[in-house]
Structures are given as C-alpha cells and as structure tokens.
C-alpha cells in the first residue's frame, strides 16, 4: 500500500525521461521468510540481506578469490587460531559502531543451539571467538578448518548490529552494515530498501531498491516488458527466448556454481554394484539434456563445477561417456532390467525434467524405471530416509567452496541428515576431512580434486548439468554484479 | 342486439403428446358481448379450460391454436404482436385461473402480486395501488386485507387464495373477464359476494364475462347465455332460461340431471353412464352416440351439424334436426327422461 | 354401481419409464451430439493402440515442441519430442476413467448428506458443519493425507477428487430439498405413508435432479483438471503417463512457446464436458414432463 | 343402504375421536423474522366420528377445515388435544404402528394439481401406492391402477400422462383413486369433488358411497357444496373460525338450522333454477382475523342477531335438541 | 432468525475445533517435516534437532495441539515457523486482497453467469443457446492460469491498458479498481460457467409453471416474467452455488493470485503447506471455515427470503 511501483503510475504523465529515478524493482518469486541472516536459510532472503548486511570476506566473482569486505586482513597464527582485523569507522545503519564486539556477538549466536539456526553447521567447527580489541577478533576452531574463510563469506556469516538485535526482531526490521537499509515490508508482496546515504564505501547511486513478489515467473516477464518491474534473475529455459525477444531488455548469463546430478541410494545392494551403476552412467546422454537447457546448463562431469574451488578441467570428462550399446550389453548381462528401478524426482526446478529424459533413456538402455514424483518437503524427507532407487539432487554452493560441497552431500557423518545419497566411502571421507582441516588452499584444492575424481571413477553420482545464473534488467539498469553462486549486488548499479 | 367483445370462431386447439397430436378443442365458435355473461358447462375435461386458454393466448407449450379465430372488439387477437398482446392481458382482458395454489407464485408476497397489474396498467404508485388492493381483497371478502398483502400464497387457504386470484383479475376492470371455476373454493356466502361483486362490475363497466363452472346453481345465477362442451365440441348453446327450462342435447339434459338438489334430502343423483371419451379416440358421428340413450344409426356415422332450435338456441344433436316441427316440451322431456 | 360399460379402447403397449427417457432424449439432436462425442471419446481410449502411429511416451529430443500439423505429428509433439496425438488418445485412458468415478463418487455422497440434512431438520446442523469442514479443509492437504494413509493409485485419486465434490454437491441438493420438501406433493405422499427414503428417492430426488445434473456435468471438467494438482503431489499418473490435466499443466511452462501443448489437452478436456453438459442438458429435458421436445 | 337413523343408533362403534384439537401457525415479520403471535386456525376442536358415517365439514373459507383434515391426518404438528383412531391415540406412535394407521386414513387433497407429484406418471403414483402397502406383483398392480383409473371415469391410458396434462377435474380425480386405493376405514375429502363436473361428480360420489356400504368408510367431507353435503352426508360440523359452531345431523341442520351462520350459509345457496328468488341473509364485514379473533362469541362481528353477552361470553357447544349441537346464546 | 444466528455461531466454534483437529493430526501424520524445510537440504542432523526442539515438535502430539488450542482460545494463533511472525498477522495483511478479488470476482461471475443462464433459458436449444453453453463451458474447461497469461497479453503487455499484476491500491481508487479488472475476469468465468449453468437449467424447471402463465395473464412485462417471477422461483439453486463459490473464492485461490501476483491467502495457505507452516495452515484453514459458515449462513438466512415456505426451526 505504500508504494506505488513505477510501471502502474505510467499512465499518468510520469514518464518524463529527463531524470530517471533511481530505483529498481526487482521480481522475485516468492517473498523473503525473514531478513535476519541467523534465522534464515534460503535465496530470496540472502538476496535482500546482501544488500544490507556484509560479511567479513567476500569471493570476488570474476577471480573467485575470497577477499576481506568488512576485514581488513587476517592471518593464522596456527592452524586452529585465526586473528581477523576489522575495517575501521564502520558504522550499521542504526548507528552502532561495527567492531569485533559485534562480530563474536553475531558468530556466537549463529553458534548457540538455543537460537535454532538452520544454518548453525556453517560455523560448527568454530569454537571461541574472542575480541582481542575493538578491531581485532580472534577465531579458534576446534580442528583445522580450512574453509573458515568461506564460511565467513556465506550470507548467512553476515554481520548483525547487537544492539538492535536485543532492541528489535531482526526477521522484520534488518540492520547490517550494507550500501541499503531497510525502509518497508508488505509481507508477501514487497519489500523496499532505501539507500545508506552513510555507507563506509561511498553511498550507491540508487535511491531505492523494490523487491516485488511475482510468484509466477512468465508474469514477471510481462512485467519486465511493460515496466512495472525492471529486474529478475533465474530464469527458466523454456521463457529464455521470450525474455531474449524483448526489446528493452538486456540477458546476463554466466557459469554459476550450482550442480545437479543423479544420484543413486548407496545403501542399496543393487546399487553398490559397480557394474550397476556404470551402466546407469553409460546409459544417459548428458550432451542430449544440457541442449534442452538451451544454454542455461554447463555439461562437465565434474562434481565440483567450473566455479567450484576444487575443480580441475580434467574432471570435464572424467565420468563414465555417454555409450548406449555398452550399457544395453550391461544391463542384458546382468539382468538389470528386471527389477524395478523407483526415480525419486521432487517437484521442483528441472528435476521433472531430468527425470523424464532420464528414465527414457535407461528404459533405452533396458532398465524398468518407474518415475515418483513428490512435492518439496515429503521429498526431503523421503529422500533424507533414502526410500528410493535412483534420485536427482541439486546443491547450489554459496560459498563456492568444494568442501562445502562434499562434506554435507556425501560424507558418511551426515548420512541421515544431509547425505541422500547415503554414500559412504571411507577413502573419500578421508579426502574430505582432508579438505576441510588443511588450512592451505592449494593443498586442499587437490584433495577435493581427488575426491571429485573417486566419485567419478566410482560412478557414484551422475552430474546432469551445471547451473547458469541469469538476470534480466532493463536496458537502464548498469554496473550490475553477478555472482556465480546467483547472488548480486546493487552497490554499484545505476539507471540511465 | 348488444355489441359483440369476444367472438370466436371454429377454435381448433391441439397438443403434441407422446401419443402423437390430441385435439382438445374441436372447432367451438362462440361469442361474449359487452355487459353479457357466456357460463361454459361440459363434463370435466372436455376443453374449457384450454379453449378459455387459447383466447388468452396462454395455452401451455405444447398446444397450439390450429385454426379459428378469436377477436376482441373485432381485432383478431392472433394477429397482436406477443407486446400488443401483453398490453391486453391483465387490462383488457383478464383471467382468474382453476387452481389457485399452483397459480399464484409462492415466492412473491400477495400484495406485490396484487399490485402489479395496478403499475402496469394504471401506473399507481406504490401507496396507490396499495390502497387499492387493500380495497379489492376488501371487495372479494379476504379478512385482514393489509395483514394479507404481506402474507404468501402457502399461508392462505384455498379459498383465500381463489380470492386473491379475483382481485388480481379484476383489478384493472378489464372489459372481458374469463373466469375459470373462479368459486368452486369458496364457500356459498363469499360465493355469493363474489358473484354480486362480477355482476355489479359487469353493469357498471358492460364488462363481457366467460364463466367456466360446474356450479348450476351459479350458473343459473350469473349467466346470460349457456355453453354446454362435450369432448372438446360445443353441443349446445342458448340462453340461460332455455338451457335450464328447454334442454335439447341428451348429454345437456343428463348434465341437468345430475345436479344434487339442497331442497331434497330423498334426491337420487343420476350420472350419465359412461365416461367422456379420451381426445385421441377416433369416434364416427356425434361424440356422445357411445352414451346416449336415444343414438340412433345416424348418430353412428354423421357428425350433427348445428340446428337452430329458436329464440338463440343451437343445439348439435341429429334429434334436435328431427323435431324441427317442435314437439311438446314437456313430452319430450319425459321421452328424454326414460 | 352406475359405471356402465366403460367405451374399451386397447391401451398402447406400455412402454418402461427409461425407454421414454432415452426416446424422449434422442429427440434432441444436440444430446445425440454429445452422446457420439462420448461414445467416440470412449472408443478412442479403446482402440487407442489402432488410430496412433507413435508410442505416447517415447521420447525424442531432436523433435521436440513441435507445433500443430507438423509432418507425422498433426498435433505436433511437446518438450520431450512425444506426439501429442498420442498422448491425448491415451490419456483419455485415465483422464475419462478418473474423471468419470471421481465425479460419481462425488455424487452418491453429495447426494447422500445433502438430502439427509435437507430433509431432516436435526441433521441439517451436524451434516452441515461435516459439510463446512470438509470445505474449508485443503484439497492439497486431504490429497497428502490420502497418500499418507492409502498410499498412491489411480482409485485413490478418483477418492480425492471425489472428497472434494461432496460439499459442493451436497450443498446444491439440500438446497433444492429445503425448497422441495415444502411442497404439498411431498405432504400428500406423507399421508400415503410414504417412507421417508421412498419420498426422498422417488420423489424429492427426481424434482431435484436439474441442479445436480449440471453439478455433475460440470464437475467432470475440474475433475480431470484436478489430477494435475494430485500428480504434482505424487498421487495417481505418474510422468511419462499420459494423463490430460498432467498435459495441461506440463505445457504451462511452454504456453508462450508451444502454446499448442496446454490447448490441444484443453480442447480435449472442454469437447468431454461439452459433450457431457449437452448430454445433461438433454436428459434434464427429457426428465422434465413439462418439456416440449417438439418445439 | 342403511339409513341415518340407524347409523346413528350404532354409535358405539366410534372411529375417531378428536379432543381440544388446536393448530396454531406461528406468524413471523420483520427482518429477523420473529414469532409475532400465532394464527389460531384450528381453535379446540372435539368430535366423534362413527363407522361407516360420512361427515360433512362446512364453514366459511379460511375458517381451518383444510388445516384441520391435515393435523388429523398428522401432517400439521398438533399444538394441543388428542386424536384417538380406533380407541388409539395416535400422536405417540411408533413408525412400524403408524404405517398400519396411514393405511387406513387416506386424504383428498383440496388443490390436486399442487399434491401431485409433477415428475412423476400418475400411473406411477398410483402404482406406488399399492407398491408402499401391498405385496402385490407387478402384473397384478398394474391391473389395480388400471381398475382405479376407470373407476374414477379415466382411461387405462392415462397410465403414462403427467399430471399437468390433465384438466382440473381429471387431476381430482386422480387424488380421489389415490386416496380409495387401498381400502382405508376413514378419507378425509376436502373439497374433493369441487372441480369436478356434476355428472362426473354424482359419479363419484355414488362411488364413495358403495364404497362406504362396502366397507363401511368413514368420510370427513369437507366441501363448499351444500346440495353435495346434503346429498352425501349423515351428519354436518359448520365451523367459523377454527371454531364449531354447529353439529348435527343433516336433515335438521337444513331443516332447522340453529347457528344464525348456518342460517346464512344455507340462504346463500344457489338454486340451479333460473327463476328462484334470491332472499340471502347477507353477512356484514369481515371474517375476523384469526390471529387475533374476537372476544366472546367469534361470530360476533357479523351476527345479525348479536347482543351484548355475545361480545363477552363465548357461548358454550350444548345440545339444543336430540343431537344438534350448537354454539350459540340465541340458538334457534 | 436471530435463534439460527446464535446457533450457528455455536456450531461455528465445535466446526472449528474439529477442523483445527483436523488439520493438525494431518499435518502430524502426512510426510515432510517442516524443520526440514527450515533448514533445508544443507541442514545437518543437530541443526534440525536443534530447530525441532525450538518449534516444540519432540512434544507428544496431544501436548502440541493442546497447547495450540489453549492459546487459540485466548486469541492467540501462533507463529509461524518460517517467519517467525504472528499468524493473525500475516493473515489479515492478505486477506483484504482475497476479499477483494473474491467479491470483484463474484460481481463478474454473477453478472456474465446469470445473464448467458437467462439468455440459455429463454431460447433453449436455439444457437444462442449453444454459444452460451460453449462459453460456459470454455470457461470451466480453460485453466486459470492459461487465460490469465491470455489477458495479461493482451490488455497489459500490447495495449498497456491495465497493469500486469500487483494489489496494492486501495479498491476505490482508479488504480485499485484497474488492478482488480483482470483477476477478477480470470477467477470470475468458472463461477460464471457454473452459475450461467445452473441458472439455465433452474429456469427452465420454473418457466412453465403455472403462476408465471398467470403473471402473464396480468400483463406483466416480458422482463419482469423473467427477472421477478420467473428468476426468483429458480433462485435456489443458484444462490447455493453463487454462496459455494464465494466461499470458495474467499478460501482465496492459488492460481489466480499467482498469475496476477496477488498477495492473498490462498497463497499464503499453499506456501505454508508446501513448508509444512503447521500454525500458519491452521490459521489460514480456520478463517476459511469461518468465512465459509458465515457465506453459508447468509446463504442460508437468503434462502427464506427467496422461498418463504423454507423454515429452520
Ligand atoms: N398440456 C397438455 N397436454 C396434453 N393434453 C392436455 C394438456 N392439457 C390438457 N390436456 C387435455 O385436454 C383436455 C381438455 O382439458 P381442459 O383443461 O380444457 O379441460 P376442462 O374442460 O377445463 O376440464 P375441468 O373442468 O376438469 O377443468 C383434457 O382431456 C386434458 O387431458
Ligand atoms: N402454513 C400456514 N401458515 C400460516 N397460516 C396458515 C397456514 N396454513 C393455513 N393458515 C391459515 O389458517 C387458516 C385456516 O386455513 P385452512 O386452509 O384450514 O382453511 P380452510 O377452512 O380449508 O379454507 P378453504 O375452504 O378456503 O380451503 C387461514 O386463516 C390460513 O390463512
Ligand atoms: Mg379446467
Ligand atoms: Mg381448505
């Protein structure tokens, strides 16, 4: 009710061009569940909380190294302690300083179990956090963590002003140290963020910032065409080339980092058949899906994608090929196909998709596949269970991280929690510990290859297709960033 | 001679049935005139009602008027369009029906049933016509006139209802009114206020009255001239004195005869044996000859075409043709009686 | 006794009250319309295998989203490349049957609560608020319950969508029943000593039918459009089955691609309810003495 | 045939009984439609009727005849008395029990088109009533519609009709099959024979009476034809007003009528002679509300005979001479 | 009257204790586990023990709905495990706009419904009859969310006339009235097929009856036969389905709120649904049972006016 979006007004003679207005009105489908990055876990939130809130590093999205954003550096000063300096003179948008006070008072509340954060594991290793002075905070882990540094990038490790967490319910009224500060919430329709005319780097040229719900992603397109909104992101291959036909709307495209694979229940005594699985693998044509994306899919065996710390460009190719009469003869062999097979398939994103090509393909090949289909949380809790035969997950990494990728999806720690795919594979548990305690880089880097490649080797997860994050924006719309990971930032964006 | 209102001519109205097409009404040609009262008597069933129907050009919808005439004031009603027509109905010419429960809508109040015809016709105003309805359910002898008008049909009684009926047929003092059995639920004292209420508007207004009844009584009372109908036929036709006094038709006499006389308490009835036959039954010559005493071979084969029995009286029956030289009266009567 | 000889005309063989009905019904050439229209439909679902050239689910990426009067596919194919013919002509299979039970179902226990609660005033309360409960309570909800408790199949979608017309049916006949039971035919029956079910199945029913008779014409619309939303959840047809409300809602992805892939099963799914609609329309006719079927 | 005088002998043999039988229709108004105060319709009603009697029921219309064959019947609630059929009180029945009692009461309904079922061939609706009663076959049910059908002067092959394709009369008679179908002990008539042409109706009511004689019926013959009460009736109930005012038996109701009602009621008759004289008693005003009747005697307002006592005295229902009943102070 | 209205509101409470009963044993039986949702796939086992715990789910079954009842009788309905916001809340911020659309809808289905029923009627069998029919048809036959994008095509996208979607001006505005023109147009034509039906075949029940002979006897206009003496008579049903589908309508609905991105409960209900949003269901299930016993009590109350001979006592 309080803000009336520019296209409906455009009827009545505000369509001078002379000064733009500095606003965007960004589409998204569904609303925010809350703008305290404690309490939150999914996209649409961390998308309006990076305008607000920041996190000590940041991955730059064209080197992907992570670099200090609210730290000023850091250095380990042995494998467990890790001592951060802070920016100076920031301050959040109500006003209180941002210091080290502030930053263990964020991480030790992500930490409290009593605070319920969905996404406390992301700090799990950390074990004190202690300011050393006001710009000084020390970090000790309780083993060698070496994706600390991602972790604290991940939007969910942004930085909280205490005060108004004690003063406020952050969920409703945010306030972090960002280029944008909270201005209004219409729950399930809008929420509206104004310029930080404070901000410690130089205050963002846009006024305004509108995050409109439009649950239905062809509508937001219509609106993108007729004004009334002038940005959205994660567009869909089937409205791609609609969204391409629009005159006075501009495309970005670029490798991002999330990954979708099939994957088969390990647990399963059918599926630990090596032969099983490599008929599984040989059986689906990847190249013949990733063209149904029509661009918006990266084909590379590799679980750890192009964007993924851990990748190596070896991996591209380093699953089992495409071979039909090699998997038909398999499967004949063995008599794969007289069993049926389930393909778990959550009513979400391509999964449907996948599924339906997939299973078309291995009854190709002579399997006896049988398609379930479910809705979202019956799906998480059937697949957590492992109630199923073959199944497609997705996993999209914030932070960009190997390690984050592996250790949740696959280590035997989180079978029954986050590992669907109930792999358990000693070795590659090792790599990933591995991974995860070296504090170098480049060594972890090449324990996740390693790991990347035993997966392969095993045929332990099919890999569908990497993800293309979009955005389209109105011609006016300039300096947008675009993270790999689908994130953005308007700090730097203008209308002309 | 008094000016003719209603005159009809050689009505034939059928019905699409199952069993194919029935003829209700077999070319009947009468004529109402202005301030007269026309009574249809006939066996039940035998098509008054339908031929009072297709006069108001309100026969059901599988009936149709298959030939004949009908005119109001010499305009020949079927040549009105269906808007002309409508501008009559209710005004000019207006129509108490049979059975009042199933004609009076149940949904709608009797007061905004009454005053209806009163804003169409006269353009009262609410209050108006209010008034005046109050003063028509006054007229027919309906109690509580104000309660009733917010009352429903359901709440009144049949008789109530029949007078509501009344009101609304008369409330514009239209120039023809057709009532069908407009008192068969009334009993005998609002009977008779509603039979001086039709009488006092006919004089007043030389309002044309087709009355459909069974009542002799209120046949004898009312009418000017008699209808008898039998199987969808005019049989006969006369004035009222000489249809009571100097009946022709055997079926008319019988009709006579079976009238339950209130004076005697030893009265025997006697019903004309048989029963009406069915409209579709394929009968040669007179329609009555199954169950007429006096058929003779003719009646067998020749239809009876009308013979002029004097001083206005018609009656259809081969005896009527045979007694040209008029016989006795009362002779023939006890000939008939037998 | 003075009935003398009654004039003995042969009466016409009689014929069986249902035998009128249909007689009276194909007199009506938009009913005879709808009826080939069902009984082609039904014969398509038949002989589906006879009049296909393509295997319904067989995929083939290099053609696919075709568009109508393409060669080989007249109704063109969608996103996997699978001919669009095909799968309406089978789906017919399920879309026909689950809409068909689903909409019966829903009838006999609409029907049911709706005449109790009509015609017995000390019901009305509860089997109303039964009635209210099932209303308010999600369709999506009942239809997971449903997967919880009975599990997935085909019945069981027929159960849900069935669960979901009851109120609505039910709601109809205890209206027409308030109306009708106030009539005097209905007092005269009681003093025949009608039974109470007798009144309400032979005589209340019967002077109610027009409403539930366009209740249920209509209702096999959303009915088959409903096995969408059950399929979504994972209850019934399962993807690549061919199914017609499973079509429409696939193809809404493509509507402003392929618009040919939500319209062809639309089009398939209104001619079934036409036909159905046109059919009730002939048989509320043809129940109605009042009708003139001449006309 | 046995006559009035004999019958009246046999009183022992009393069929129904009704005592204080009242009926009260609640009126509603406003918005919110609240009771507002009752419409008195049937105001204390008590009577015996014996077997094989014929009852007539004459009163202005509107007076609760109707209302009141219909709370007999038990198809109005009763608001207060007792109805006794066969010595049994019949209110407190249990289904099974009354069924049997349904069987052997039968009405005439006053509008016959109304309480015809329009969806359903009267042939049917005949049918189902040998169907609700009886255990005939098919066959032999059939046969008894078609016997019912000519013996109310239709034809066999109305069997298929629908009742709006009857005239008046015709759907009279259908009620009239209906309601002798089965053979019951007692019929209420309410104006069952009104729309009927007076030869088909001397047929009927010739039928009525063998049936009578046959099974010697009972009738509550509520009608407006005074020459058709006279003609049918052993005895006559006048009602004014949800009250009786008058009873007795038919000869001396017409030959000396004692209720200055009935007096009027009687001259009102018309004569079907063309040259009778028509001296009426005319009735003053309207007939009283029955919401809201009058003190005293209900008749009252209209009385020409009325006196003071009359407007505060209701007068009691005595015996004014050897079974004439009549409520009135000035009886005679 | 007033007697009904206390009953039913009575009714109303047992209705909405059972149905909270409802909803809450089958949203503890039907799979998914909204910590589940809440943490998501990357929840580990302690994160969603810990979330578990928050929410009160280790808690016996009994002692959850207890408790939601003992606080919904103090008018307290919970927090919603994904926002953590009141439910009442976020209820009636979006319940103004179902009711919005709902009634916008309404007119649009009433006025298109009754008047194709009527033209059906009158000229039955004729081609007007059948283009009706096609049209009501078309109308139930064509998913919501086809026409929707359909219109959006045409009067937002290419002729610019009304916006694409949104709801956030107040009804009375010019703004607010243009927003409501094309939901209401899609939601409102399958309550329009429904009633246009129904509104057909009633009058037909009713246009040979006997006192509509008399009303013409009377004279009275063509018109008013139809609208006062005929519609009225046939009303029965028609209001039950206009009620039913108002109540329906209010229960807000997904598709159209979607397509029109209209921020209504319907929406929220499904959201909540879908994250197993246990107090935010039952929130949203029990307004709509409210509101569906209220439509059905003015539907029920319109029935004796409609029909007098209708009685409840
Ligand atoms: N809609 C109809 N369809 C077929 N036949 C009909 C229809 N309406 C009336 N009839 C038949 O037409 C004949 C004449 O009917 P009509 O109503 O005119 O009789 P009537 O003389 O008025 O009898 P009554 O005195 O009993 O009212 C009757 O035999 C009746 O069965
Ligand atoms: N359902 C009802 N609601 C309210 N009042 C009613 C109802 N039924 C009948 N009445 C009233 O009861 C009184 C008696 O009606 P009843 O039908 O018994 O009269 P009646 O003697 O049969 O008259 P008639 O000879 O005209 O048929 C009338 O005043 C009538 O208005
Ligand atoms: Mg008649
Ligand atoms: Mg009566």
Redo the contacts with the bound molecule.
Sequence with gaps: ESTIPEGTTSGEGTTSSEAVEQEVIYASTTDAVGLSPILTNDSVSSSVMSQIYENLFERNPETMELEPKLAESYENTDELTWVIKLKEGIEFQDGTPFNAEAVKYTFEKLIDPATAAPRASLLEPIDTVTAIDETTVEIKTKYPYGPLLAALSHSNAAIISPTADEAQDLMQEPVGTGPFKFASWNQGDQIVLEKNEDYWDGAPDLDRVTYKVVPEISTAISMLQTGEVNFIDALPSEQLSRVESLENVEVTKKEGTPVYYLTFNHSEERNQNPDFRKAVASAIDRDAFVEKLNGLGVRSDSILGPQVFGYEESADNGGTAYDPEAAKQLVEENGFGDEPIKLLAANRDNFILMAEIVQAQLTEAGFNVEIETMEWATFLDTARAGEYDLTFLSWSNVTSDGSEMFYPNFHSDNIGASNRAQYSNPEFDKLVEASRTTVDQQERKSYLAEANQLMLDEDAAIVMYHGVVTAATDQSIQGLQLDPNGQWFLQNVTRE | MAETLLEVKNLVTSFRTAEGSLQAVRNVSFHVDKGETLCIVGESGCGKSITSLSVMRLLPSNGTIENGEIQLSGESLQRLSNEQMRQLRGNKMSMIFQEPMTALNPVLTIGYQLREPLFLHHKLSKAEANNQSIELLRQVGLPNAEKRLN?YP?????????RVMIAMALACHPSLLIADEPTT???VTIQAQILDLIKDLKDKLNMGVLMITHDMGVVAEVADRVMVMYAGKKIEEGPVREIFENPQHPYTIGLLNSVPNVDDPEFELEPIPGNMPGLNEKITGCRFHPRCKFAMDKCKTDVPPEFNAGKGHYASCWLVDKEVEPVDDNQRKTILKV | MTTAETIESKPKKREKYYITTIRRLFKNKLAIVGLIIVILQILIAIFAPFITIHDPIRQNLASSQMPVFSEGHWLGTDNYGRDVWSRIVYGARISLVVGSVAVVLGLVGGIILGMLAGYYRKMDAIIMRFVDLLFSFPGILLAMLIIAILGTSLVNVAIAISIWSIPTCARIVRGSVLSIKEKEYIMAMRSMGASDLRIMVRHILPNASAPIIVFATMRMATAILSTAALSYLGLGAQPPTPEWGAMISQGQDFMWSSPHLTIVPGIAIMLTVFAFNVLGDGLRDALDPNMDLQQ | MTTIKEKLFLKSDILLELDGVKKY???KAGILKRVKGN?K??ESVSLKLYKGESLGVV????????????TILGLEELTDGKIFFNKQEIQDLKRKEKKKFVKEMQMIF?DPYASLNPRQRIGHALDEVFKMHTNMPLQERRDAVEDLLKEVGLKPEHYDRYPHEFSGGQRQRIGIARAIALNPQFIIC??AVSALDVSVQAQILKLLKTLQEKYNLSYLF?S?DLGVVRYFCDRVLV?YL?NVVEMSDVSSIFKNPLHPYTQALLSAIPRPTVNAKKDRVRLVGDMPN?ANPPSGCPFHTRCPIAQEICKVDKPAFIEHEKDHFAACHFAG | MIALIIRRALQLLFLLFGISFLVFSSMYIAPGDPAAVIGGPTATESDITAIRDNLGLNDPFLTQYARYVGNAVQGDFGYSYQTTQPVANAIMIRFPNTLKLAIASMIVAIIIGVITGLISALKQNSWLDISATTFALAGISIPNFWLGALLILVFAVNLQWLPVGGMSNPFYTIDGIKELILPAITLGTGSAAMIARMTRSSMLEVIRADYVRTARAKGVKEKNVIWIHTLKNAMIPIITVIGLNFGFLLGGTIITEKVFAINGVGRLMIDAIAARDFPMVQGSVLLVATLFVVVNLIVDIVYTYIDPRIKYE
Excluded: N, W, Y
Aim: aromatic share 2%; with cysteine.
């Design positions: 009352q359901h709440e009144l009684s049949g008789g109530m209802r029949q639920a009334l009993d | 229709f609640p009126i419409v319709a049937v009163g202005e219309s509107g007076c609760g005849k109707s209302t009141l064959g219909r006053q309410d104006e509520i407006h009602m949800g029955p």
